[in-house]
């Protein structure tokens, strides 16, 4: 138990930090840790969310195909929403889906304006 928790800790510190340098802001909106089915912690680098805060969830779509070497076209898809439930810190805030909807860590998230 303890070691899973220490495992955790040091992924969740590494993506802390990862996230508070401005060469990742290009991590804004990515699901940076997803804590259970419903609950999951993005990196919100720029934004200022508050508790609350409604957020929409969007996943990848690479199904299809595009051009004549049928390389792959990817686009966002909305699969659902989530509100914010908690602020980690300036960059970090734990959110929660509001339907049954699968994420995981690499979904974006956007904050509703």
Do not use: R, W
């Not at 980690?88 to 509703?112: C, D, M, R, W």
């Amino acid at each position: 138990m303890f070691k899973k928790s220490s495992v955790l800790f040091v992924l969740l510190l590494s993506l802390l930090v990862g996230c508070a340098t401005n060469k990742h802001e290009g991590m804004k909106g990515s699901v940076a840790l997803k804590v259970s089915d419903k609950k999951g912690i993005a990196c919100l680098f720029g934004d200022t969310p508050k508790v609350g805060d409604k957020l929409d969830v969007f996943q990848n779509d690479c199904s299809g195909t595009k051009g004549k070497e049928g390389s792959v076209s990817c686009k966002m898809v909305k699969s659902g929403e989530a509100t914010v439930t908690k602020l980690v810190n300036e960059h970090y805030a734990e959110f929660e889906t509001l339907q049954n909807i699968p994420f995981e860590e690499g979904y974006v998230i956007s904050l509703k304006k």
